[in-house]
């Protein structure tokens, strides 16, 4: 098992739908960050959803976390959690509502 800021690392992550070339040349990350991402973003989205059981304190930590930024209540404390909330950010949809009108 191997662990990589306290989570367990399982395949790499890829976000094709949103970071078609990559999240590195998105331009919205910093290498270490889309490393990190790449590294770790499969469990978290894993615990995030559901689909998998926290191991350790640091995992069922970011569950709590994710529980709480649903709720808007809680902002991230380390850099996982941080890099998790920029990646939710940028990831959802905002819907555009532009302006017609008539004179």
Same mark, same amino acid.
Do not use: A
């Given at each position: 098992m191997n /662990?990589?800021?306290g989570f367990i690392a399982e395949a790499p992550f890829y976000d094709d739908t949103h970071f078609p070339r990559g999240f590195s040349k998105s331009g %919205?990350?910093?290498i270490s960050?889309?490393?990190l991402l790449t590294q770790v973003g499969?469990? /978290?989205f894993m615990l995030e959803q559901g689909f998998s059981n926290p191991e350790n304190a640091v995992e069922e930590q970011f569950v709590q976390f994710c529980k709480a930024q649903y709720e808007g209540k809680?902002?991230?404390q %380390?850099?996982?959690e941080m890099l998790w909330q920029k990646y939710k950010k940028l990831t959802n949809f905002k819907?555009?509502?532009g302006l017609n009108g008539s004179s």
């Open positions: /662990l990589i800021h %919205n990350f910093t960050e889309s490393e499969k469990r /978290l809680l902002e991230g %380390n850099k996982v819907p555009f509502h």
